[in-house]
């Protein structure tokens, strides 16, 4: 099984993460965490931002991979639209799943839901699990999840 983890740089990617590894999965499964940036035209500007974006993600990585000891766990930073990129990265890579927060750090929301995670659910062809993450929450205590599957 492979999954795909988009996390961003807000504190709710570390919630997604602990959930995500509070889950028993099976033997042999791959986890990828991918951050997407938006498109900068000022080159310096977007390579200062892709770096702390990198070590942003691979902290959060390093972390991940000692909670789950067991498993493949990899990384990406890429530049783009972020609902197209994920569902165009989980397609490319043959995720079976995409665990996505329900909103994230920008943005307009739809009735509880980011406009990014709302679009990656209408356009993934694999199954997409949104993972709800409100203000306050402590150390995962409260978990409220919404789960829609694709079915072709």
Same mark, same amino acid.
Request: proline share 3%.
């Given at each position: 099984?492979?999954?795909?983890?988009?996390?961003?740089?807000?504190?709710?990617?570390? &919630?997604?993460?602990?959930?995500?590894? $509070?889950?028993?999965?099976? %033997?042999?499964?791959?986890? +990828?965490?991918?951050?997407? #940036? *938006?498109?900068?035209?000022?080159?310096?500007?977007?390579?200062?931002?892709?770096?702390?974006?990198?070590?942003?993600?691979?902290?959060?990585?390093?972390?991940?991979?000692? &909670?789950?000891?067991?498993?493949?766990? $990899?990384?990406?930073?890429? %530049?783009?639209?972020?609902? +197209?990129?994920?569902?165009? #990265? *989980?397609?490319?890579?043959?995720?079976?799943?995409?665990?996505?927060?329900?909103?994230g750090e920008s943005g307009p929301h739809k009735k509880g839901i980011g406009s990014?995670?709302?679009?990656?659910?209408?356009?993934?062809?694999?199954?997409?699990?949104?993972?709800?993450?409100?203000?306050?929450?402590?150390?995962?205590?409260?978990?409220?999840?919404?789960?829609?599957?694709?079915?072709?």
């Amino acid at each position: 099984m492979k999954v795909l983890i988009a996390v961003d740089g807000s504190n709710y990617g570390e &919630k997604i993460l602990h959930e995500v590894g $509070s889950y028993e999965w099976p %033997e042999k499964t791959e986890f +990828k965490l991918l951050m997407v #940036t *938006a498109p900068c035209n000022l080159w310096e500007s977007a390579k200062q931002f892709q770096e702390t974006c990198r070590i942003i993600l691979d902290t959060r990585v390093h972390i991940f991979q000692k &909670k789950m000891p067991n498993y493949k766990v $990899s990384s990406l930073v890429l %530049e783009g639209e972020a609902a +197209k990129t994920i569902v165009d #990265t *989980a397609a490319e890579w043959h995720a079976n799943w995409i665990v996505i927060g329900s909103q994230g750090e920008s943005g307009p929301h739809k009735k509880g839901i980011g406009s990014v995670a709302a679009d990656v659910m209408s356009n993934a062809s694999c199954s997409v699990q949104l993972i709800k993450v409100k203000n306050g929450i402590k150390n995962g205590q409260e978990k409220n999840l919404l789960h829609k599957e694709h079915v072709h």
